[in-house]
T-cell receptor, first 114, second 119 residues
Framework: GQQLNQSPQSMFIQEGEDVSMNCTSS?????WLWYKQDPGEGPVLLIA?????ELTSNGRLTAQFGITRKDSFLNISASIPSDVGIYFC??????????????FGQGTILTVHP | DTGVSQDPRHKITKRGQNVTFRCDPI?????LYWYRQTLGQGPEFLTY????????KSRLLSDRFSAERPKGSFSTLEIQRTEQGDSAMYLC?????????????????FGPGTRLTVT
């Protein structure tokens, strides 16, 4: 099925460093969501974006909805060990016969070394 | 707030057997989604309910798969004559959404998933 192009696929960083990841699509979306997933668990919603150009923060996390509506970015500042996990972007296009189903990226695996 | 719950968390079955999974959404949520996730991939959409009506199905949902949401509350996903390729994590998500199109809210909250292994 269709998936978004998410990069990087994995990151190995030192505790305290900042992290950036992004997601691109060939189609426009009107909602972008970012999730974090721990092994054996379901994705947990981190940030939701609804407007092109929107910049939203949740603690040390900041995400942006690209102005072209075809991309989104997630930044994590001052990483800590509990940031370890897989981060997924997800886009949704609502309109016509679409009812808000999410299309996911392949995920970015984040490893934080203490 | 009890969140989305799924049962069972793990299921091991032999090829050819039928399995059924249950999802209980957040109580006030009117929309319920099923996704499937294989190792190393993001979740893929399977089907969606608004209240009790099943409004969209992915082509991934073969004739062996059926989903129901009686009375618009919990939902079940049944897989008949399981195949080894059905092995995956099956995720349920719910949302409270008003209307559709731009301006509707599409924040989906996921349950812990059901891990299916077909031997």
């Amino acid at each position: 099925g269709q998936q978004l192009n998410q990069s990087p696929q994995s990151m190995f960083i030192q505790e305290g460093e900042d992290v950036s990841m992004n997601c691109t699509s060939s189609s426009i979306f009107n909602t972008w969501l970012w999730y974090k997933q721990d092994p054996g668990e379901g994705p947990v919603l981190l940030i939701a974006l609804y407007k092109a150009g929107e910049l939203t923060s949740n603690g040390r996390l900041t995400a942006q909805f690209g102005i072209t509506r075809k991309d989104s970015f997630l930044n994590i500042s001052a990483s800590i060990p509990s940031d370890v996990g897989i981060y997924f972007c997800a886009g949704s296009y609502a309109g016509g016969t679409s009812y808000g189903k999410l299309t996911f990226g392949q995920g970015t695996i984040l490893t934080v070394h203490p | 707030d009890t969140g989305v719950s799924q049962d069972p968390r793990h299921k091991i079955t032999k090829r050819g057997q039928n399995v059924t999974f249950r999802c209980d959404p957040i109580s006030e949520h009117n929309r319920l989604y099923w996704y499937r996730q294989t190792l190393g991939q993001g979740p893929e959409f399977l089907t969606y309910f608004q209240n009790e009506a099943q409004l969209e199905k992915s082509r991934l949902l073969s004739d062996r798969f059926s989903a129901e949401r009686p009375k618009g509350s919990f939902s079940t996903l049944e897989i008949q004559r399981t195949e080894q390729g059905d092995s995956a994590m099956y995720l349920c998500a719910s949302s409270f959404t008003v209307g559709q199109g731009r301006g509707a809210i599409y924040e989906q909250y996921f349950g812990p998933g059901t891990r299916l292994t077909v031997t």
